[in-house]
């Protein structure tokens, strides 16, 4: 079946694994940084795209690379509300309805110029509730019926950082900790950081739906961050994790038993019996079938990002060889998000381009790849709000489809 550009771009969409700090406007970027002073490799779209924001990478610390630029930008509370703003926006202009936007408040914090864990998120808020009202008191919506565009945050707590080059708040941290296993700073830090998010979203009504874990995947094993998901599971707030993207399988089921995810990001290497490493695992192929297995039948969502895959994994060839096949045909739940919209120079819709030419896609498959994104969202509303919104959406879908001749 062909699915053209334009049913694409009209189809109703989510993003539900999106980096604030990897989706800057590159115009945006340049600008603030001129007026902050900061150095850029370059300061043209051009020279950046050359340098800095590639097409793809020949690893992941290349990959990376770019985040200290706009992590740089974003420690100011103007311009972390401008880009939320315009991210809100720019997803709007594709046809996606809902986003779940995720950084490390952290990261950013700096006592020193107001920054703190509640300017930050009340910043970003700000930003991505202002794109909210105008849009849904556009005419689109008003007076054409498009659906309503809503977002949530998820705040990510680091897996690993160290004294020097991470964000003033954790050189603070290690000098206050100075006798602490450096081990116990990241725990602590990560167990501040779900308080404070619990905290601000009972208090002071800024939608934070949810937590998550990023950073470096390999040698710090989610399962070590279990009662930080424990008190966020004791609260109520959701739970996603960065895992399966540089570990093997035996770090995904620890995300979903240990730290009770309702989502996994990425879990690209649960196909991949060469990445389990645990040595009680004797049978690597039989584990994978029964791991696949039980999370689809406890229909855990994937949050699936394929550019971002090709771009961290060269060594995966071909778009084909991504193991997003194995997840469809193991009937696992999954869903479609660009991870950085700046640095994997991607949208949704042009993931979703990538899927469905590399994929054997049919209509209703889908569907169901769209709905997954809006029924096992974090959505900030109650249940019933949530299946409203889902609903609206895909009887949406049906009129796209339709209007498109695909069904
Ligand atoms: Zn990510």
């Known amino acids: 079946m062909k699915y053209t550009d334009d049913f694409l771009f009209e189809m109703p969409k989510s993003d539900l694994h999106l980096h604030l700090d990897g989706s800057l406007r590159i115009n945006s970027l340049i600008e603030m940084a001129k007026k902050m002073k900061l150095e850029l490799p370059s300061f043209t779209e051009e020279g950046l795209k050359e340098n800095v924001f590639k097409k793809s990478y020949s690893n992941l610390g290349e990959y990376l690379k770019g985040f200290q630029y706009t992590c740089a930008v974003l420690r100011d509370l103007e311009n972390i509300e401008q880009i939320a703003y315009e991210l809100a926006v720019d997803n709007q202009q594709e046809g996606v309805n809902y986003i779940e936007v995720r950084f490390a408040p952290q990261l950013l914090i700096d006592k020193k110029k107001s920054l703190t864990f509640e300017s930050i998120l009340s910043a970003a808020n700000k ?89 470096q995947e390999e040698g710090f094993p989610a399962g070590r961050f279990k009662d930080v998901y424990a008190f966020a599971h004791k609260n109520f707030m959701h739970k996603t994790v960065h895992a399966g993207e540089a570990y093997g399988a035996e770090s995904i089921f620890e995300a979903i038993t240990e730290c009770h995810a309702d989502r996994i990001g990425h879990g690209y290497s649960l196909f991949m019996p060469n990445r389990i490493l645990a040595p009680e695992i004797k049978d690597k192929n039989k584990y994978i079938q029964d791991l696949s297995s039980f999370i689809a039948d406890q229909r855990c969502v994937i949050e699936v990002c394929l550019t971002s895959n090709m771009q961290t994994n060269p060594a995966i060839k071909s778009i084909r060889e991504h193991k997003f ?83």
């Open 127 to 215: 930003g991505l509730n202002k794109a909210k009202t105008q849009y849904n008191n556009s005419d689109e919506v008003k007076i054409h019926h498009k659906p309503e565009f809503h977002y949530g945050i998820i705040a990510c707590a680091m897996r690993n950082f160290g004294p020097k080059n991470y964000s003033p708040y954790y050189t603070n941290l290690f000098d206050v900790m100075n006798y602490t296993d450096p081990t116990d700073v990241v725990h602590f830090a990560a167990m501040e950081m779900v308080r404070a998010s619990v905290e601000l979203r009972d208090n002071k009504s800024i939608p934070i739906v949810g937590i998550d874990l990023a950073g």
């Open 325 to 407: 096949k194995d997840m469809m045909d193991n009937r696992m739940a999954t869903t479609i998000c660009t991870d950085n919209r700046l640095v994997s120079n991607t949208t949704v819709t042009k993931e979703y381009r990538l899927a469905v030419d590399n994929f054997k896609i049919p209509m209703k498959r889908l569907k169901d790849i769209v709905a997954y994104g809006f029924k096992k969202s974090f959505h900030p509303g109650n249940y019933v709000e949530k299946r409203e919104f889902a609903k609206i959406n895909m009887q949406y879908f049906d009129k796209v489809a339709k209007k498109h001749g695909l069904v």
